[in-house]
């Protein structure tokens, strides 16, 4: 994929954002469970980075994805990756789909409230029960008038006690289960609607995770994104964002993961050299650098094919599945050449070591991703290539 001006424009202006605004509070955001959505996204809204590939006429820039995959791939920078994702869910997960499929009334109210950062969003799939099996939500909305009724809860929701609005999917009908799901734009100040506390995850501790219930809450039925019953699909291709973001956002984190370890061990000495020195240490750190370099191929290749209007279904779930595997490789790797410094909790690479984890479960667990992978192969059983 060949870059322009304009491109290496946003990268370094995000990099130098996440420098100089982010990374010297993410200690402090990491200590207290929470960083300030409201405020970060405010920041983020006035520059255009939440509204990089959204149309022009709700305040985006209009640009093709490949722009906001430089936004993706820099926010692999931010050393806590509970806000990386939180910004992410709030650009690759939350709106595609109502910016895609959305009403002009629909996308005029809640749209551009989340690509100026006026609000903070979050998407509503994954439920207790119901995690990469998304057909198996429970969650209903029933027609009343023109409104839908709510009841359900949805579980592990990115930016939850902070959120504004919540893009849920639920079923809108006793039909098919791939048939009767529709998107709904759900405000968080409505009657009925409550939280847990917020949830004690093995990472991404400065996000704020929470379980959402539903009792009785009522929506205007012009909230639904698209057409009744298309929830299931649209939120498929929502996925496909969601991949290619999660793909896109490691590869830096990666890279400086690497980057601290070649730091630390030319520095740390046993047995009268430097760590870096020994052969299997240096090898081993230029193999992890090569895996990374592959990985950013397949992500620009598949994001080159999506800009072009062709299906990414498989390239997408093929770089899905590759970071969730190769981020815990190239932590783990890394973590041991630290040492006994690499166990403490504050490591960065410590940090990284957590935080990535949520990769292979997250948007799509790695054995779904195999299952898609192998059905577009032909090679599922019963079925012919």
């Known amino acids: 994929m060949r870059f322009t001006e304009e491109h290496d424009a946003i990268r370094q202006a995000v990099a130098h954002f996440i420098d100089n605004e982010l990374n010297p509070r993410t200690d402090e955001w990491e200590q207290a469970g929470l960083f300030p959505a409201h405020e970060v996204f405010r920041q983020l809204g006035e520059l255009g980075f939440l509204g990089i590939s959204k149309p022009v006429e709700y305040g985006g820039m209009g640009l093709d994805y490949s722009y906001q995959i430089v936004f993706s791939e820099e926010l692999g920078r931010v050393r806590s990756g ?45 439920e207790s029960g119901a995690g990469s099996d998304v057909a198996a939500i429970k969650t209903t909305a029933s ?37 009767n799901k529709s998107l709904i734009i759900v405000p968080t100040d409505l009657p009925g609607i409550s939280f847990s ?16 219930f539903f009792d009785n809450v009522r929506v205007p039925r012009k909230h639904r994104i698209g057409e009744e019953g298309m929830g299931f699909q649209y939120q498929m291709m929502q ?41 299997v240490v240096h090898f081993r750190l230029a193999e992890l650098q090569t895996e990374v370099e592959a990985l950013r191929a397949l992500v620009y290749d598949a994001v080159e094919a999506y800009v072009a209007g062709e299906d990414v279904t498989m390239k997408a779930s093929m770089a899905k599945l590759k970071v969730g595997r190769l981020v815990r490789e190239v932590t783990d790797s890394c973590l041991q050449y630290w040492g006994g410094m690499g166990y403490m909790w504050d490591n960065p690479v410590a940090r990284a070591y957590r935080d990535t984890r949520l990769a292979s479960i997250g948007a799509g667990a790695d054995e779904v991703m195999l299952g898609i ?9 019963g079925r012919m290539k």
């Open 82 to 126: 509970g806000v990386s994702m939180a910004i992410g869910v709030q650009t690759d997960m939350a709106t595609p789909a109502l910016a895609k499929f959305g009403s002009d009334w629909l996308r005029r109210e809640f749209l551009t409230k989340a690509i100026s950062g006026e609000a903070v969003f979050a998407i509503g799939v994954s």
């Open 143 to 179: 027609k009343d008038g023109d409104d839908y009724v709510i009841n359900g809860s949805k579980m592990w929701i990115t930016n939850s006690t902070q959120a504004d609005y919540i893009c849920l999917l639920a079923n809108t009908s006793d039909g098919a289960a791939h048939k």
């Open 197 to 212: 506390d917020r949830l004690d995850k093995l990472g991404m501790r400065s996000s704020d995770t929470a379980q959402v």
């Open 239 to 279: 996925f496909q964002e969601e991949r290619l973001f999660a793909a896109a956002g490691n590869l830096k984190t990666m890279e400086c993961c690497i980057n601290d370890t070649i730091e630390y061990t030319r520095e740390r000495k046993a047995f009268g050299q430097s760590i870096l020195d020994n052969q």
């Open 373 to 381: 992978i192998c059905k577009y192969m032909g090679t599922l059983p």
